[in-house]
């Protein structure tokens, strides 16, 4: 094998490693990103829920009276709250998950680009091996035809 076609098909199985790499460093942060923004929203959720305990304990010991009332607006209120905050993460996590889905198409394209320019090249380069090696053919049958002749004479 020429020493030209290895090199290429040595640099085109570097440039799948890489884009392969890079890709999974891609999917990594993505996914490292996601788990933040979870933790972040947990830490959130556990925050407004120890907020809702305190508030309820402030209210039964300073308004008896007013406990049942207050009691189901403040539910109320973290309900909606949660409610908010589930509907910001399934945001957040769709609008994750369609960038992944972007970039996963994006990298799958270049590959493809890639794979396919890599082989119409290596088409390339076996036609003119081909090429080559019938000319190289063509010549030594023309001097084994020159030899024969000088011998015959």
Avoid: C, F, W
Avoid at 133 to 148: F, I, N, P, Y
Wanted: proline fraction near 1%.
């Amino acid at each position: 094998m020429p020493p030209e076609i290895s090199s290429m098909a040595r640099a085109s199985s570097t440039d799948e490693m890489r884009l392969k790499n890079y890709r999974a460093q891609m999917e990594a942060r993505h996914q490292a990103e996601m788990r933040e923004m979870e933790a972040k929203n947990a830490d959130e959720i556990q925050r407004l829920q120890e907020n809702e305990q305190e508030q309820m304990q402030e209210l039964k010991s300073a308004y008896d009276v007013q406990l049942s009332r207050e009691s189901d607006a403040l539910e109320n209120n973290l309900q909606q709250v949660r409610a908010e905050n589930q509907e910001h993460v399934n945001a957040e996590k769709k609008k994750g998950e369609d960038e992944l889905a972007k970039v996963k198409t994006m990298y799958d394209q270049r590959i493809a680009e890639y794979r396919k320019n890599s082989e119409a090249r290596l088409t390339q380069i076996r036609n003119e091996a081909d090429a080559s090696a019938q000319t190289l053919d063509r010549e030594r049958r023309k001097l084994a035809m020159k030899e024969r002749e000088i011998k015959n004479t």
